[in-house]
Nanobody, 121 residues
Framework: QVPVVESGGGSVQAGGSLRLSCVASGYTYSRNCMGWFRQAPGKEREMIALITRAGATFYAVDFVKGRFTISRDNNMVYLQINSLKPEDTAMYYC????????????????WGQGTQVTVSS
């Protein structure tokens, strides 16, 4: 399978910002919906946002307050996170949906390995 690779995670202090990047190798993925998810310790994985090739975005209810911004350039997907809080500490995953449109429930075709974000107070 074509790999999906995330980068950009790290350890930051509360109030800081991070920009996560994801590359999905393979030209066919440029047509797929892609998205960002996260999984905090002891919690289930949750969807943050999805984005189509055309740039249409879909945010989960808990992430529509402006601190998280998803963007895309063909096979590259980014997640800008501002005003980081300790509760944002999680493994962040990029994913490729099997469809060209975004919708829920998601139909994830390929997951990345994740990039760790740790926020200290």
């Amino acid at each position: 399978q074509v790999p999906v690779v995330e980068s950009g995670g790290g350890s930051v202090q509360a109030g800081g910002s991070l920009r996560l990047s994801c590359v999905a190798s393979g030209y066919t993925y440029s047509r797929n919906c892609m998205g960002w998810f996260r999984q905090a310790p002891g919690k289930e994985r949750e969807m943050i946002a999805l984005i189509t090739r055309a740039g249409a975005t879909f945010y989960a209810v808990d992430f529509v307050k402006g601190r998280f911004t998803i963007s895309r350039d063909n096979n590259m997907v980014y997640l800008q996170i501002n005003s980081l809080k300790p509760e944002d500490t999680a493994m962040y995953y990029c994913a490729v949906d099997a469809r060209s449109y975004c919708g829920t429930p998601e139909r994830i075709q390929q997951w990345g390995q994740g990039t760790q974000v740790t926020v200290s107070s």
